[in-house]
């Protein structure tokens, strides 16, 4: 019972820091005029005007209700943010501030075309800490091929981790590819959405080192995510997204080594 009410808890102060941000961007207070601690040198820009802003202690993304998934999620792993997650519940939670996303019932079948419901946040990078149960909100969730998310996603996950664990703070940006064509299955659900046909990652430390990767969803298990990389301002062309608008120059050493990279 203590635990259940010691999580209730949580969760309403989760929801009231949710609802303190809708009520600013309601007022027009908008993210270019104060400082997201999630976002390094500034929250991406170029998303569509329609999308929602949810900033929660833990990660800010960008919602697209058209697609269903987010443009673009930023957080920032410490080493005390990551933890122990193989017993913590990974419920999926509807979201009080964005009623029009992909519910748990849309997944269903997507095994059976590669497909499970996965997270732009992990959950065990915020294993840590008492806020951990947002990322299972549905907001937070994407379609995602299981041989990526097993294969050079996970690695990366995991060198990231290691490098936190070494170096100290690590800040990333994630979100989905969309290409002109569409590659990528669609769910079983007749609500309005678009599977990604990719994905980007885009990982920087707190003195301006920074690696960048694009994933395909149909890629083998077996590629290493260091034979996906790429570059930011390649994944700004295929995203229409800004990355870093606070830094005057986009001129940033390179991080791969620290990844495993050479």
């Known amino acids: 019972m203590a635990v259940d009410l010691y999580g209730s808890i949580l969760r309403e102060l989760s929801l009231t820091i949710c609802l303190i941000v809708i009520i600013f961007l309601a007022e027009g207070i908008y993210a270019g005029e104060y400082r997201i601690a999630h976002c390094f040198q500034g929250c991406p820009e170029g998303a569509s005007n329609e999308n929602h802003l949810i900033i929660r202690p833990i990660y800010a993304l960008s919602y697209n209700t058209s697609t269903k998934a987010a443009d673009w999620v930023s957080y ?11 017993s913590l519940p990974r419920q999926p939670i509807l979201d009080n501030f964005v009623a029009d996303t992909l ?24 294993a840590g ?20 998310s097993q294969g050079a996603w996970y690695g990366l ?31 079983h659900t007749t609500k309005q959405h678009r599977v990604p046909d990719a994905f980007f990652k885009i990982v920087v430390t707190a003195d301006g080192r920074s690696a960048a990767f694009l994933f395909d ?43 495993g990279c050479d």
């Open 76 to 86: 920032r792993i410490t080493m005390h943010s990551i933890g122990i997650a193989s």
């Open 157 to 187: 996950e995991w060198s990231v981790r290691n490098l936190v664990n070494r170096e100290g703070d690590v800040f990333i940006i994630a979100g989905p590819v969309y290409k002109s064509v569409q590659e990528s299955p669609q769910l």
């Open 129 to 148: 800490t008492p806020f951990w149960n947002d990322v299972n909100y549905l907001t937070n969730a994407v379609a995602r091929s299981r041989n990526l």
């Open 103 to 126: 519910q748990p019932s849309d997944f269903e079948g997507a095994a059976e075309i590669g497909l499970d419901r996965s997270l732009f946040v992990p959950l065990v990078n915020f």
């Open 217 to 259: 969803q149909n890629l083998p298990v077996h590629v290493h995510h260091c034979d996906l990389r790429s570059s930011i301002a390649e994944i700004g062309d295929v995203t229409g997204l800004s990355f870093f608008p606070e830094m005057t120059r986009l001129n940033m050493d390179p991080l791969d080594s620290s990844l």
